[in-house]
Structure formats: structure tokens, C-alpha cells
């Protein structure tokens, strides 16, 4: 029945020292879909896309991936995490950094194609550090992404980068969530909750709700996805 | 000019400082350590060189000199056989031994007097003890020898070194290997902080690499660096410098190499404790200076203060400059009891530090 989930988070519970980053969160992850994690700035998303790759350990609880209960040197190997900012060599070009993280992953085949997909093949010559931030994040999701994972994890992909983009950057997850991958997007702009599957909405490190756009809005009573965001958050304070 | 404006960056700086705790205080007791460190070292000194005394004179006179040379505060003298002064030079437990010739006293009566001194020589600086204390000696003998004018003419004999070895010959040796350590030591630790600082260590952290995978890809890395360095400083030092070199030029690589891996591990393992390129440089007062100053390139090890001795003995750099002087200066090769212990210490810092190194890498950042 787990093999229904890629991702099984159970009561995680992370202190870092008296701030409580994660509360008892529970949420479950289908295979294939793309799983939205919203909630504003320091709300724990980072802490708990930290703790699925086993980066963080939890005081308390269970994280389970694609079968394996974390943390797990093997499945680590299935997994794509593209870190907030955008983490590179910026003395490498664009292709040496992706062709290190396929190394490290032993899926050099996979370079070209990572390349093209995030439209960076003919500037695959650039050095990194003279790359605009746009092109620097494009960099970044072809590193987490050229070993194939099972599972990727995007920690605010979005942030910082021009409409355009952003477009094609859903473009990129929507035809890699058809492909099988499963994709965790944590973001903080509502207007990019809509092109997700289903949605963890989550804040003081307390999952506040969990669905499809359209139980979310039934949940808050409200069409707009951000209105009903504020009227969940404002139920559970009260 | 405006002095607010001015006053605004005096004021920013300082903010700064304020929340830096470790860079204020380092800045207020790193130069009290170092400072103090050398004082003592320098004035605390309560060992003076051992000196051996063989007095085969068939006159008094060899008597009277090595009476007066027992009351030196310069030296502390045992009387032993000249046959043995040379085996007691090569294990160190004397500095030097002075003998008294069997016409020691004819010679004298005739003006000359001619002590032989016999010399280690491998460490600068413990030499002119035993001659100004010898010289001191025979100032005093000769005043009670009145009305004669006496010369002065000492057999010197140097065990290692010689009248030919200048000052860089002595501190050459110590220096190769230092550079090395040094410059290593440094691009490697504000490397690997930068590993950190970037983000990349993060991701390292989320893929299938191992710990002990990211230090030795890092140690072999910087080592090969670090290999083509320490032939470019041994060519130079060899070829323009001509530095004194009595060993096996590839033993020299050898111990630099050596170095070299220790300073990369050493560099990974205190990257763990700074925060930013910063405080890693600060690492450099902290641990590279107080061992030079230990280490025995400047001031001989068997001449420092007893306490200090103790702490000589238990830092990585002691053993390393030690072996770099026993291959150039002494030309010991790997029988020598001495060097095995030298490589083996180095050697075995090496590897207690790729351990240590690891294991403050945890995949766990947080």
C-alpha cells in the first residue's frame, strides 16, 4: 500500500533549538503527481523537503521514500533536489557542472539531454559565474534532474525568475510528471498552486491542508486560492 | 567630503565586528598568545646545550679550562671518552663536546692554545653558546697565565653542516617543506568553505556520495596541486638557491608530499569550524604560526623552555621540519631510526586527519 506513495511523511517534528521548524507534519505523496507545498517564508517548507532527502534529521517521526524509511544512502540515488539558491561551481561552465552532478550520480549519458531540456545546450560553453540568474537557476534544475530521479525535489524553482520562464519551467515539470517522475514544488506564490496535482498548505510548521486546488478553495470557502489560504490559516490559529 | 558619511562606514565596521565575536577575539588574544608565546621561548630559555668534555691533557691546563667551563651558565658539561663524542652528537644527547689534546698544556706554554671542538652543527643557533663559553673559559685561564700573549686557535669540527653552510642551508630544509604546508593549507581550507558557503556541499550531501568519497576525491585533487608545487619549491630551492642538500632529493619529495596531504586535511577539517573566508584565514595565527614557532626552525626544540618542549614534541610540524633537516642537512636516509620516526608521525597525522575530516562532514548539515 506505501508503494502508492513516493513520499511518506509521518508526524516529522523538527527543533532547531527552541524554534519549532517542523510540528507533527503529516503528508503523503503520490507517485507521478505534482505535489505543491505552499506556505509563506520560514513557514518549515525547506526543513521538510530537508528532512525527505534526509539532510535534516527529525526529533521525531518517520520519512519514508519511494519505500525506503530515510535517511537512505541508497535512495539517494533516485532522488533530484535543487536547492533554493541556485548551488553551482561558478568557475565550471554550465556543462561541467551538470556533467559533475551526472558523475556523482553515474548517469553521465544523461548530460545532453538535461541540457536541451532546460534550452541551455548552446550556451553549455559559459562559465557560470557569467550567467544572468535566470540562466544560473536553468543550470540548476539540469543538475537535479540529469540523473533521471524518481523523485524531484524543488525547493522555490520559481523565485526570482521573469514570467517566461516560469512558464517554461512548469512546462519542464508537467512533461517530466508525465514521464513517472513525482514532483515536490515549494513555492510561496499562490498563483502557482493551480498548476499542481494536490497541495500541502502549511505554516508554523504545521500542515494546515491537504488536497486538490479545488478542495482547498472548498476548504476555505473561497474561489481564490489565496483568500482561502488565509481564511485556513486564520481557522487554525483562532 | 562628508564626516557623516565617513562616520557611517567607521560606524558599519564596527557593527560588524560586534556581532563577529571570534574575529574580536582574536584580535585581542591572538597577539597576547603570540607575543607571549615568543617571550618565553626567548627568555623563559632554562636549557642550556649539553657539552662533553674529554680532557686528555698530560699538563694541568686541560683541568683548569674544564673546571672553569663546569661553573658556565652557557653550558652544562658532562666529562666522557672522546672515542664516544661522536655517537653521543649522532643521538643528540649532546650538542657538542670539546677535548682537551694530550699537549694541551705543552702547547700553551709555547702561546698556543688549541682545544678541539667538535660540533653537531645540524641546528643553527646552538653553536655560539659553546664557543662563547669556551671562549670565556680561557679569557679567564689566560689572565692567570700572566705576562704571556696567547692565540686562540680552536680545531672546529662540524659532525654535519660546517663553516660552509650558510644561513639559508640551515633554515632552507625547514622552509621547503614549510611553504608547501602553508600555501596548501590555505587554498584548501577557503576552498572548501566555499563548498560550503555556495550550496554545492548541500547538494554533495544529497546524493549518493559518500563522506569519505568527498575527502579523498578533495585530498587527491589538491594533493596532485600540491605535488607539482612542492617540485617547483624543491627545483628552485635546489637549482637557484643551492641550498646544502646532503640526502636523496626524492626522500625530500617525499616528506613534502607528505606535508602537503597533511595541510589538505588539515584545511577540510577546520573549514568545519568557520563560517566565512573570514574566519578561516584566522585560522592561520591560530595554528600555523605558533606551530612554526615551536617547531623548531627557529629556535632548536632541545633549547627551549621545559613545558615548551613538551608541547614541541606533540605538534605535527616539529617532526616534519626535524625530517626535512635529518634528509638535507644530515643526508639520513630511511634507515635512520630518526626520519622513520619523523615520516611515521607526519604519516600518521595524515591519516588521523582524513578521519577527523569526515567525520565532522555530516550528512546531516543541520
Redesign the interface.
Known sequence: MSDAYAVNVEEVSKSFRDFKALNGVTLRVRRGEIYGLLGPNGAGKTTLIRAICGLVEANAGTVTVLGQKMPDVGVLRRIGYMTQQAALYPSLSVQENVEFFAAINGAEAGVKEALELVQLYDRRGSVVSTLSGGMRQRCSLACALVHKPDLLLLDEPTVGIDPQLRVQFWDYFRAMAAAGTTLIVSSHVMDEADRCQRLGLIQYGRLLAEGSPADIRAQGGSQDLEEAFLALAGRKES | MSARRVRAITRRLLEGFRRDRRTVALLFVAPIVILGLLGYLLRGSSNVPDVGIANQDAGPLGSIVAGSLNHSSKISTTDIDASDGDAKLKDGSLVAYIVFPSDFSQKAQSGQITPEIHLEGSQPGQDSPVLQALQQSLIEVASQVAGRSVSFQPNVHYLYGGPNFDTLDYFGAAFIGLVVFFLVFVITIVSFLNERS???L?????????RGEIVLGYMLGFTVLALIQSAEVLIFSLAVLRIHNEGNVLLIFGMEALMAIAAVNLGIFLSMFARSEFQAVQFIPLVIVPQVLLSGIIFPVSSEPTGLQWLSNVLPLTYAVNGMRDIMVKGADLTSPGLQLDAAVVAGVCVLLIVAGSATLR????
Not at chain 2, 363 to 366: D, K, L, Q, S, T
Open positions: 555556495q550550496g554545492t548541500e547538494r554533495l550531501m544529497a546524493s549518493p556520495l559518500r550528512r546531516r548539515v543541520a
